[in-house]
């Protein structure tokens, strides 16, 4: 997919009061920016925002962060919430592979919604359910590790279920098709559409004790 560029991305950005300009700085002090000691839940590729900002709508107990690579991309979701206030919501413009340097024992739950499938065997190690990217994560949890993943894509699944189970997680739900299990689900734009053309959604949520 052809990433269009968004003029003033950037600057629109910057005038949001969700989004944390210098994420780094906040490493073990997350709870400072949110006011409160709930757990927060980290959405990596968080695309135009349709999950996370209905998550935070519904969950107002826990605290959401949304994460997107692309200035270009991110500002899609803060656009739609200009005249809104979600005081549990945060956004961050950062590259999952350097997540280190931003938490650090402070998240209680990874979300991976329709990652980019990196098909090629030889960019695995770019794929966010790789081993290398499984390891980055260990250190941003709090307690129990906990990643939920939502795919289109069989392959992927395929491998992150690989992936995990290596890497000592547990697998709590396993579906090849997430309309199939009663348990809420917020959806994004891209599962929309892919469900509107007919196709099925792969779901696992997988635990790790520490």
Same mark, same amino acid.
């Given at each position: 997919?052809?990433?269009?560029?968004?003029?003033?991305?950037?600057?629109?950005?910057?005038?949001?009061?969700?989004?944390?300009?210098?994420?780094?700085?906040?490493?073990?002090?997350?709870?400072?920016?949110?006011?409160?000691?709930?757990?927060?839940?980290?959405?990596?590729?968080?695309?135009?925002?349709?999950?996370?900002?209905?998550?935070?709508?519904?969950?107002?107990?826990?605290?959401?962060?949304?994460?997107?690579? /692309?200035?270009?991309?991110?500002? *899609?979701?803060?656009?739609?919430? %200009?005249?809104?206030? @979600? &005081? +549990?919501?945060?956004?961050?413009?950062?590259?999952?592979?350097?997540?280190?340097?931003?938490?650090?024992?402070?998240?209680?739950?990874?979300?991976?919604?329709?990652?980019?499938?990196?098909?090629?065997?030889?960019?695995?190690?770019?794929?966010?359910?790789?081993?290398?990217?499984?390891?980055?994560?260990?250190?941003?949890?709090?307690?129990?590790?906990?990643?939920?993943?939502?795919?289109?894509?069989?392959?992927?699944?395929?491998?992150?279920?690989?992936?995990?189970?290596? /890497?000592?997680?547990?697998?709590? *739900?396993?579906?090849?098709?997430? %309309?199939?299990?009663? @348990? &809420? +689900?917020?959806?994004?734009?891209?599962?929309?559409?892919?469900?509107?053309?007919?196709?099925?959604?792969?779901?696992?949520?997988?635990?790790?004790?520490?």
């Amino acid at each position: 997919m052809r990433l269009r560029n968004v003029k003033n991305a950037k600057e629109k950005l910057e005038s949001c009061n969700l989004f944390i300009a210098n994420p780094v700085d906040y490493k073990e002090k997350w709870s400072s920016v949110f006011q409160n000691d709930h757990e927060i839940h980290l959405e990596i590729g968080m695309g135009k925002g349709d999950f996370l900002i209905a998550m935070a709508k519904a969950y107002p107990n826990i605290n959401f962060i949304g994460m997107e690579k /692309y200035e270009s991309v991110l500002v *899609r979701a803060i656009e739609k919430i %200009s005249l809104e206030n @979600i &005081p +549990n919501l945060r956004f961050m413009c950062f590259d999952a592979k350097n997540l280190q340097d931003v938490f650090y024992k402070e998240i209680s739950k990874i979300y991976l919604n329709f990652s980019d499938p990196w098909p090629k065997t030889r960019h695995a190690k770019r794929r966010l359910t790789h081993a290398n990217f499984l390891a980055i994560y260990d250190n941003l949890f709090q307690n129990e590790k906990v990643i939920v993943q939502k795919t289109d894509n069989i392959d992927l699944f395929a491998f992150s279920l690989e992936q995990l189970s290596l /890497y000592g997680y547990i697998f709590k *739900r396993v579906s090849l098709d997430l %309309s199939s299990l009663a @348990i &809420p +689900n917020f959806k994004t734009e891209y599962e929309q559409k892919f469900e509107n053309l007919g196709y099925k959604i792969n779901y696992v949520e997988a635990y790790k004790k520490i």
